[in-house]
């Protein structure tokens, strides 16, 4: 579309969270019962993500940690949402160890990758076919140490010539480079009024879909945001996940406005006089 390709996985990141809003609003007096309440939400999460895990390992890690807490907040026992917690990480255990004896790759062709990358960040050696990813990390590095507290200025990084995705997986690196530690803090600062703000809305919020909508729009943009700042000062592996609002355009900027404006939506709608059931974890 107009020269812009097209991430069905922000799509389904939006329609997953809404989902989910709808499905908790109206199972509030089943949330205890784990065969009508909990199995009858999860199973569309765990089929959303396992369509986006192939193509895009990270996309599918934010939105499940996003759906559990959406879940957690809407009253899901914490021994289901536990339980389930358990299950993917045993099954990732033995999935991981398997492929040092069988070639998974012809099942998940991206799986090499996503081995390399934990490999690489754990051990901190260069792993076949990581030399990339290990370059962009150190050109980061290296931004993030030439900007020091005040930065070199605004237009006169360097770094971004050398890093590959200067302008999306790695602009809080070059953030940092031309406005410094201050401008690194400042944006950090920036995206925690945003969380405050998100915070007061699902507080004051005056329906339970409204509130569950708004509280998973809100962390999904957060926890991506802090993501991304993690990766770029290498405290988390090359995960590809883009700045909400600030790395280079595509659907991202597009999903991501969205998501401000369902919040906004239910903000608008905080003086209407509804009650709301109560949620056990607000």
Known sequence: ?????????????????????????????????????????????????????????????????????????????????????????????????????????????????????????????????????NYQTEQAKIAIATGGITGVGPGNSVQRNRLPSAYADFIYAIIIEEWGSVGGMGILFLYLILLFRGLRIVHKGTTTFGTLLAFGCMFSLIFQAFINMAVAVNLFPVTGQPLPLLSMGGTSIWFTSIAIGMILSVSRSLNEKQPQPELAHV
């Open 1 to 133: 579309v107009i020269n812009i390709t097209f991430q069905t996985s922000d799509l389904a990141k939006l329609a997953l969270i809404a989902f989910l809003a709808r499905q908790l609003s109206q199972r509030q007096e089943k949330m205890d019962d784990f065969k009508e309440g909990f199995l009858q939400i999860i199973w569309p999460v765990l089929i959303v993500c396992a369509l986006i895990l192939p193509a895009n390992f990270s996309t599918a890690a934010v939105l499940f940690a996003t759906s559990l807490v959406v879940l957690f907040i809407g009253r899901v026992k914490f021994k289901y949402l536990a339980g389930l917690i358990g299950a993917i990480i045993l099954s990732g255990s033995f999935v991981f160890l398997l492929s040092y004896a069988v070639p998974i790759e012809k099942v998940l062709p991206r799986f090499g990758t996503w081995k390399a990358r934990i490999e690489t960040y754990f051990t901190a050696e260069e792993t076949e076919g990581m030399a990339d990813a």
